[in-house]
Each structure stands twice: as structure tokens, then as C-alpha cells.
């Protein structure tokens, strides 16, 4: 492909078909967003936003390349919880990593904690320091890719997560939410895929406090992988299910 070194001089996207392991990718290099402002008037500038902006909504796999050599700034941000609201498997590519000088064993869990800080709520998200010049790190990109693909399509029958929920439940018993009662979990159950989504059924009368939720995650995650994936769980109530934990 033939590019400028000169930022946004890009307008549309470029479709890249490949093969990698038996499976086909279509990989969209979108035209880079810069800051809203003025300039965005120009009705060229407009389009390939929308353009970016469809790109995020049709995919399944985002990967944000920032400039690991500048601060991470705040549309960088809109675009990851743009991409993570939607349900999408997320990269963070860290690249230009050839233009920071005086590296030491440190450097890079500095700039992995200072990404991390940055986008909080994708903590999930693997972060990968790579170099277009060097290719660094480039070799790696294929395969998280791959990996990502997997758990998002990653199914779990019924039995294992009862067993996952019977030990969560050991571990650390349903806390209360707005409900009247004390909150029973009658069952957890996977529901559909890209993304994983799960559903926890509740007594109708009981509610379960939101950090809950977020331990349930966790211990979805500990147990079956779903790197780079997000991870929805759902709440139903019921009235009449026996089975309770």
C-alpha cells in the first residue's frame, strides 16, 4: 500500500483479505481520527470518520494502534469504549516502540501499567509493544488475533459452569442489592457467543449487588481463559426454579 508519513492524509479504508492457519481475515485499515474540531467541516473528513466509525460496529476484533512515543489522550479512549461497549475483542497495539530510547528491564511494565491506568475498563485487553520500522513484536499480532477469534466463539456447557458457580458461591456468597431478600442464584448459563453472554438466573423477590456480577467475570476468566474478549452477563428472575445454589 502506498502512505504518507504525514498524519490523516488517508480518507478511505483499505480492505486486507489473508489467511492464517486455515482461517480467512479481512483486515480494515481504517483512515486515522484525529481530535474534533473546525476542520472537521470538510465533508471529506466527515466521511471517513463515519467510515472508522461502521468499521468498529461491523468487526469483531478492534485493534487500536496508539503511538506508545506520545500521551494517550482522550480519543483514544472514546474509541476503545466505543469498540469494548459494542461487544468487541480488543488489541491494544503499543507501537513505535523503536523511538523510546534508554529501555531497561522496567520499561515496559512502566508503560503497561501507565496504558492499563489509562483504559481501566479493558483491563482485559492484551497490550502488545510493537515497531512497524523493526517489526517488532509484529510476528505475535496473528496469532492474539487468532486466539481472540477462539474465545470469542468459546462455549461452555451447562456442567462446568454449574461447578464454577457452586465453588464461586464457596469462595464468596451473593451479596445483596436493591432486593428485599437475601439474593439466591438458582443458575449460570452461557447463551450465546461473539461475545460470550452469559445469564444468571435470581429470585424474582432478591437482587445481586453489581460487584457480584464483576466477581463473576473474574472467576469466568480465571477458570475457562476469554482473553481479549469481553464478557456480558445478564440478569433474569425467576419464580419457580427449584435448583438453587
Known sequence: MI???????????QDILLTYHGKH???VDTAG???KNKRLSNIFEKLSTQQSLQSI??????????????PLNKQDKQLLKLAADAGKGIIILANKWDLI????????????QYYRRFFPFVAWAPILFTSATSKAQLSQLLPLV??????????????????LLKNSIKQHKPSRGKGTKHPYIYHLRQIKTLPPIFAIKVDFKSDLHFSYFRFLENQLRFKFGFNGVPIVIRKEKTQNIKDKH
Open 33 to 35: 481520527l484525529r481530535k
Open 101 to 112: 530510547g534508554n529501555k531497561d528491564t522496567n520499561t515496559i511494565n512502566t508503560y503497561t
Open 25 to 27: 481475515f479481512t483486515f
Open 146 to 163: 487468532l486466539e481472540l477469534w477462539e474465545n470469542m466463539n468459546k462455549f461452555i456447557d451447562d456442567n462446568a459452569l454449574d461447578r
Open 3 to 13: 502512505v504518507s508519513s504525514i498524519p490523516h492524509t488517508t480518507r478511505d479504508n
Open 57 to 70: 460496529k461491523k468487526s469483531h476484533i478492534a485493534v487500536l494502534v496508539t503511538d506508545v512515543s506520545k
